[in-house]
């Protein structure tokens, strides 16, 4: 079967222009000196300050906010499509890049359990930067997460139709099946088919699939706990009959072991994209029982249960398989895109099946919920008028942003299908580029925290360090591996090796993408210069809410 290398990744609506009204409340922006700072608002101040936008709310809990973030992630389809690559630049220490790519998005979670905490939106990033470092930035950050969210959106529904064919051919045994899974006209035929189920399922909301969400990420964790304790059961048996087992040490753990540096952000790039869509249960928040607190608890659950896994695996596969670049090592170039692919009959045996399972209830559950930020991105971004209002629309039933899914689906059909008709070069430089994206928009997050609660830092250590310490040093690691990975996509060997006027392909699509931002926002600056003009959603406003 063709290779396709694949990494990824989400995340209901608003009511027609009703009347909006200005609640002064601007102390929740900018706290007056000796006033009431936003950490001392009420749970329901805090909603209040919201402009409504029609979702379905308290229709998640704290489980299921849990559940979608680790949804969203998609832990066994994002280790099948970066076990190879992280061991490929970093070999041993992939447990260590693993820990290291945790570290940056501990210290983000922190802000944005703040910030959800005082401004509960949906918009999220979007919403909380533009209140903070002003319009400007705040749209290049929404457009940053959508962005992100295509690209993973695309290659979720390529890793899933890969797998699905490769069950079926496990099921039946056909050859046929597997031919036409690996034709690029039936594998992308079946991409669009995944996309367009998936846009549905969203379209009609969370609850009417909510124990289809807990089914398969319950199967997924269960599948991948059973290949980790059996591949520790056999380690060794993976390696070439010439080359030793590796024997565990303390020193995979070590980050500092990595030959390069560049080799090391290369990997934390990557181990930074397996973290990505935990967020989405902030992304729902305005959905949520306890809309203030709920998902940040939820966002920090989903994170520790993902680092554990990780972890675990990376550690498991090592001491099977090695890092040969032969046969099941985890370096062959020929196998690294899909290492479950290869690894799940020879580590599970008869139950490898159940890995080719998991991988594809794996991609189909986050191919769903990833819908879930940029659909309501857009929604938060139409509504406070950055976006054409059409994107505002909720349909009165399902009370989700119909026409956001729809945008989010047909762009994300789009993108696949021309990046594979056009190189399968490109399309796996896509999934190097997805990570600065990553780092842009989660990097501008942080830095809007420190700077909207910079009048409480020196109210006492928990407000510093929480608000300020821990969400700086995210930022600034996440920036450092911004500036640091766009130096590196300059080189025609990053990614694919493939390039463009002899300029690393994935330098292009990446700030290309970013550029493609940019003049949207020029245009919609033009067509709607009161957002960018600040008077509708800015740190020096008040918020806007709608009348009851």
Sequence with gaps: MKKRHAAGKIKTAATDTARYTVRGMAQLVNPPAGGIAPSAASEETA??????????????????????????????????????????????????????????????????RELNRVIPDCGTSFTWTVKALGPRIGWMTGWGLVIATVIVLSNLAGVAAEFFYLLLGELTGSEAILRFGGSTAGHVLTVLAFIAVATAISYRGMTATKWFQYALVTLQMVVLALFVAMAFGKAGEGVAASASAPEFSLAWFDPFSVTSFTAFTAGLSLSIFIYWGWDTSLTVNEETSGSTRTPGRAAMISIAVLVTSYVLTAVAALMFSG????????????????????????????????LFLAVV?????????????????????????????SFARVHPRFETPGRATVAAGVATGVFYAVMT???????????????????FYYALTAFACVWHFRGELTRGVRDAVTKGVLPLLGGVLLTAVFVKTMADMWDPAYGSGSSIAGVGSVFVIGVGLLLVGLVLMLVMQRRSPAFFRGEVLTHSTPALVAKD
């Design 47 to 112: 909603t209040e300050e919201i402009r409504s936008k029609g979702l379905h709310k308290n229709s998640v809990g704290l489980f299921g906010s849990a559940v979608i973030g680790l949804s969203t992630v998609a832990p066994v389809y994002c280790l099948t499509s970066t076990l190879g690559p992280t061991v490929g630049e970093v070999g041993l220490q992939m447990p260590a890049v693993f820990l290291a790519g945790f570290l940056p998005m501990l210290l983000v979670a922190f802000a944005y």
């Design 361 to 389: 209830a794996s991609a189909a559950a986050s191919l769903q919920t990833t819908f879930l930020p940029a659909a309501r991105t857009m929604l938060a971004m139409s509504t406070y008028k950055a976006f054409p209002a």
């Design 323 to 354: 890092t040969g670049t032969t046969g099941l090592g985890l370096g062959n170039p020929e196998t690294s895109d899909n290492v479950f692919a290869v690894l799940a009959d020879p580590v599970m045996g008869p139950l490898g099946v159940l």
């Design 421 to 439: 008709l056009v190189s399968e070069n490109v399309l796996i430089d896509t999934i190097y580029a997805l990570g600065l994206m990553i780092c």
